[in-house]
């Protein structure tokens, strides 16, 4: 079907895959919406781990990143991608293309939407891109738990979009997990029958190097805010393990000095408790204690070289 199906198919010789039933059914479901609509939560909660970071800051996820959820009927991939918008700098041009690639390498897409306020112009936007494809569309309003009493105007913006795509809707708390299992079911509607793509028990294919990393991006957005937005990249330089610890060591690049005082703080205060947040979510990610070692260097203007990207691990999906 796609190169997802491509970029899995090395795994079939090292490990073994059950047989399923005739009916069993399964495919790739692409998470798709503005940034910070409740993507990465809604992922994590679908999945029942955390793989995915969330934050208040936008568009925090860059990587298209895979949460895998397997049921005794169906075993559904989920691709998280960056949140469309207008892009600012080369980083923006690659995350925004990748989402878009992501509606037409999916078996359904879930267009996500924040149900706490009207339809806008980045929802419509996005309609519009996804009325030009054949992949079947489900909108999911989300954030029904923050509706005012009187949501009705708000639900009707959403269905006067999803009318003109003639698209199923549904409603859901990705916070309070309210509605999740009516996505889950409405998902599996639309998935054709298929084997079992990943082992039963994995969550994500993508390796704890990355998770990590990502686990340290998190901890900076949420204690930085806006000081620091998104010019940071996170890479993991060292793993060693050994019976009794897990010691990792990462660089966090930025793009000034400025930007490095502020990760390293007064004393190395702020540098500190971004490691010890860091390493509790990590340690949570392994089921084990970990020592880490966080490192600031500065790459200036690393979002707009297309070479400083690649080597960050940031690329055009095939």
Known sequence: ???????????????????????????????????????????????????????????TTRNRLRGILTTPEAQLIFVDTPGIHKPHHQLGEVLVKN?????????????????????????????????????PVILGINKIDSQPSDSGLIDESYLEL??????????????TRDG???????LIEHLETGPLYYPPDLVTDQPERFIMGELIREQILLLTREEVPH??????????ETPTITRVLATINVERDSQKGILIGKGGGMLKSIGSAARQQIQKLIAGKVYLELFVRVQAKWRHSRVRLAELGYRVEE
């Open 1 to 59: 079907m796609t190169s997802i199906q491509d970029d899995i198919s090395s795994l079939s010789g090292e490990v073994l895959i059950p047989q399923v039933p005739p009916e069993f059914k399964s495919g790739f479901i692409g998470i798709i919406g503005r940034p910070n609509v409740g993507k990465s939560t809604l992922m994590n909660q679908l999945v029942g781990q955390k793989i995915a970071i969330t934050s208040p800051v936008a568009q």
């Open 99 to 135: 989402a878009k690639i992501a509606i037409e390498s999916v078996d359904v897409v879930l267009f996500v939407v924040d149900g706490s306020t009207t339809c806008g112009a980045g929802d419509r936007y996005i309609g519009s891109l996804l009325e030009r494809t054949s992949t």
């Open 162 to 175: 999803a009318q003109s795509g003639q698209w199923e809707t549904t409603r859901f708390s990705a916070k």
């Open 180 to 186: 999740l299992l009516e996505v889950q079911n409405l």
């Open 231 to 240: 010019s940071v990249a996170i890479a993991i330089d060292k793993v060693e």
